[in-house]
């Protein structure tokens, strides 16, 4: 496919990518929210390059799309989660607007990613 490990994916770079962006904003958060908003945001990120990696490296098409589905279902969760901290007025919408951004081409990218697969 055009790369030698998960590493050289363009969605895997952009998803950690994300992790970075996102662990600026948990920073944002009230104490209150260390262990509980904070720490399902954090699972969500940390799962979108994790499943990415461990879908490539099972090396079948099938389990790749299988975890780049799972990877997907992470970063709508974290979008889920970013936005009820908008909602409850931890962030303003403008403090998640890159998080968005990179979520929404990361699924774009994953969607592409899938389709070139399944037409192998």
Do not use: H
Request: with cysteine; net charge neutral; charged share 30%.
């Amino acid at each position: 496919m055009g790369y030698s490990n998960y590493k050289d994916l363009v969605v895997w770079t952009k998803s950690m990518d994300l992790v970075k962006e996102v662990y600026q904003l948990i920073e944002l958060l009230p104490k209150e929210e260390k262990f509980s908003l904070a720490d399902q945001i954090r699972r969500s990120v940390i799962s979108i390059p994790s499943n990415i990696a461990e879908g490539e490296s099972r090396k079948t098409k099938k389990e790749f799309i299988n975890f780049l589905s799972i990877a997907n279902g992470s970063r709508a969760e974290l979008e889920t989660q970013l936005l009820i901290g908008c909602m409850l007025g931890y962030y303003t919408e403008q403090q998640v607007q890159k998080a968005m951004d990179l979520s929404n081409e990361i699924s774009r990218m994953i969607y592409a990613l899938i389709k070139k697969m399944e037409e192998q």
